[in-house]
Nanobody, 124 residues
Framework: VQLQASGGGMVQAGGSLRLSCAASGLTFSSYVFGWFRQAPGKERRFVVAIRWSSGDLYSEGSVKGRFTISRDNAKNIVYLQMNSLEPEDTVVYYC??????????????????WGKGTQVTVSS
């Protein structure tokens, strides 16, 4: 199984970025996919998630209206569209997959699969 995150980079405050998480090797319909972020010295935090089979969406409150998760069934990619970026969004973003929604929401140590992080830097 592989989860490959990409799309990070530098952007000015107020700008947008779209992160991609290309997944392979798993039965997509069985999984919930999530995006997480982690600042230096801090715990990894849940951002948004999508259940592949139903498209049900889950979001952490502070990013509602700014960050949107979506999936491309044909390409097996999960996207994180980030708008109205703020300097506080400057962290490393990770994607992950788990069969249990609760594991995604609590950022469980027993997460089935993690991708490598991608750095997002928002300048003021």
């Amino acid at each position: 199984v592989q989860l490959q995150a990409s799309g990070g980079g530098m952007v000015q405050a107020g700008g947008s970025l779209r992160l991609s998480c290309a997944a392979s090797g798993l039965t997509f319909s069985s999984y919930v996919f999530g995006w997480f972020r982690q600042a230096p010295g801090k715990e990894r935090r849940f951002v948004v998630a999508i259940r592949w089979s139903s498209g049900d969406l889950y979001s952490e409150g502070s990013v509602k209206g700014r960050f949107t998760i979506s999936r491309d069934n044909a390409k097996n990619i999960v996207y994180l569209q980030m708008n109205s970026l703020e300097p506080e969004d400057t962290v490393v973003y990770y994607c992950a997959a788990d069969r249990i929604l609760g594991t995604i929401l609590r950022v469980g140590d027993d997460m089935d699969y993690w991708g490598k992080g991608t750095q997002v830097t928002v300048s003021s």
